[in-house]
């Protein structure tokens, strides 16, 4: 029902709500460090994330009304915090007229803050892989690492988010592998992965090549935290890793260019982030985001297997 109610409203109120940012021309500013072939989807509406993601949570408050418990009301409010950073940073983006927005410090800072109060209202064991028990470390050791988590998260599909279709559609694997790891304990938060599939579906139709709507930080900062945060929730860390690797090496050839440049004054990538790379050498965005996901499939099954293999 959460599947199909956020499906059928989301694709409904896509067309209306493209059609509404077109008319107040509130469309996406490019970087001027993007490629060229980048630079006229200058007019391509954004703030798409607002829909999903307030479907999502309306239709998961709907139909799961009495079945929410303290940890998955969590996820929802904090979702919709990291999102608030990626809201006001689109608006000083549009209202300024340039790609800058928020400052890094001020997004960290926040995303920051509001990662720690996550981490502390929702701290649990974490389970090992082909091991019968459970990791309870200090706390001065896991408040940090699940803070870095959920930080290092929003910021690596953030970084994804760069081509149509590709950050929405390698999300979907990333839930169905959620839904999965859920099936298997009684979970609350099964009600909002399936809200988030349909929401997320019914905006990937109006974000596939050529997009009509971009998700904007919004969406990507509100997404990127839902799906790892619903990844703790399920107490399920270590299997995240594996399902949103794909994310996870775009951030890492990211970083591992920034310090080859500034150390050895050289490239590793020719371009990153990676996805771009292989439009520089004669792909096209279409068959790009395919083999992304072809790859985020591959995550998927590494990440089930390595679930039901080892003993969870």
Not at 195 to 212: D, Q, R, W, Y
Request: hydrophobic share 55%; aromatic share 14%.
């Amino acid at each position: 029902m959460a599947f199909i109610l956020s499906l059928g409203l989301a694709w409904m109120i896509y067309p209306y709500f493209i059609a509404a940012l077109k008319q107040k021309s509130v469309t996406q500013h490019v970087s001027e460090y993007a490629i060229e072939s980048y630079k006229q989807k200058e007019r391509t509406p954004i703030f798409g994330g607002v829909i999903f993601l307030l479907v999502a949570t309306g239709v998961t408050l709907f139909v799961g009304a009495f079945n929410i418990d303290f940890k998955l009301l969590s996820v929802l409010i904090h979702t919709l915090l990291f999102a608030s950073i990626g809201l006001v940073d689109d608006i000083k983006i549009i209202k300024e007229g340039k790609n800058d927005g928020l400052s890094g410090k001020t997004r960290l800072v926040l995303q920051t803050l509001f990662a720690l109060s996550f981490v502390w209202l929702t701290l649990d064991a974490t389970p090992i892989p082909f091991f019968s028990f459970s990791l309870s470390l200090p706390l001065w050791f896991t408040i940090p690492v699940r803070v870095f988590m959920i930080v290092g998260s929003i910021n690596a599909f953030n970084i994804t988010d760069g081509m149509d279709g590709l950050s929405a559609g390698l999300a979907m694997f990333v839930l169905g592998g959620l839904a999965a790891l859920s099936l298997n304990q009684t979970s609350y938060a099964l009600t909002f992965i399936f809200a988030l599939l349909g929401s997320l579906l019914g905006f990937l139709v109006f974000n596939f090549s050529p997009a009509k709507i971009f998700m904007g930080d919004v969406g990507s900062y509100g997404l990127g935290g839902a799906l790892i945060m619903i990844g703790m929730i399920l107490n399920q860390e270590v299997i995240f890793i594996l399902l949103y690797a794909v994310y996870l090496i775009e951030v890492i050839c990211v970083i591992i260019q920034q310090v080859a440049v500034r150390v050895f004054k050289r490239r590793v990538f020719s371009y990153t982030p990676i996805h771009y790379a292989f439009v520089l050498k004669g792909m096209k965005d279409v068959k790009v985001v395919l083999m992304f996901y072809v790859f985020g499939a591959i995550s998927l099954g590494v990440g089930l297997l390595t679930y039901f293999m080892g003993g969870f």
